[in-house]
């Protein structure tokens, strides 16, 4: 009897440790460096205590792609893509890329941003589903001379669109890393890795 109970404990312990891991799994969209590929994937092990999958590479759909300004590829679209090629045993999905995308900025009232020229295909870092099961990044916007910076630039948006999957909004909290980057790179830089503790606290 005693066996049995010592059993069912062993076993109760491993359930509930092995169902809080997330599983989030890396799409490369092209060649991606696999020094990339493995800074994400070290970040999003760290912050979300999550076990990382690497897809096979796949190229990016041709139907996302557009060449309204300059040539880019339609975020939202590939958010889509994302979706449809997520395993299930895999959480959340991140897509990465080298080359360009975009989407149309709106303000809260669904209304197009003035002036359109400008925001109707709008280049970004990333974007993510809030709350939702794919994101994606480029790395086209977040180049760097030194290699430290782009590689920080990387981690940081891969860790706050992961956060949008997981239901955060943008926050104001200094040095947050789901801080809005307000279309410049140097909020991204001056944020830190973390959430921070509303953050950590509103995604459990
Ligand atoms: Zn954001
Ligand atoms: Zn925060």
Redesign the pocket.
């Known amino acids: 009897m005693n066996k049995f109970i010592l059993y069912f404990f062993v076993c109760m312990l491993c359930c509930s440790c092995s169902s809080g891991v997330k599983r989030i799994g890396i799409q490369p969209y092209g060649d991606i460096d696999q020094k990339v590929i493995h800074s994400i994937s070290e970040i999003l092990k760290t912050s979300y205590n999550a076990d990382i999958i690497i897809l096979e590479k796949k190229e990016l759909p041709k139907s996302a792609f557009v060449q309204i300004k300059s040539p880019r590829y339609r975020a939202d679209s590939l958010l889509i893509d994302l979706l449809k090629i997520r395993p299930d045993s895999i959480d959340y999905v991140l897509g990465i890329t080298s080359k360009d995308i975009s989407t149309t900025k709106k303000n809260p009232d669904g209304s197009i941003k003035t002036p359109e020229s400008k925001y109707s295909d709008w280049g970004i870092f990333?974007l993510?589903y809030r709350p939702g099961k794919s994101c994606v990044i480029s790395t086209f916007r977040l180049k760097h001379k030194k290699p430290k910076i782009f590689e920080s630039r990387i981690q940081k948006i891969a860790v706050?669109?992961i956060g949008?999957n997981l239901g955060l909004s943008?926050c104001d909290h200094n040095e947050c890393v789901?801080q809005?980057?307000v279309e410049t790179i140097h909020t991204v830089d001056s944020a830190g890795f973390e959430l921070c503790d509303n953050c950590k606290y509103d995604m459990n």
């Open positions: 990333g993510g706050h669109e949008h943008h789901m809005d980057a």
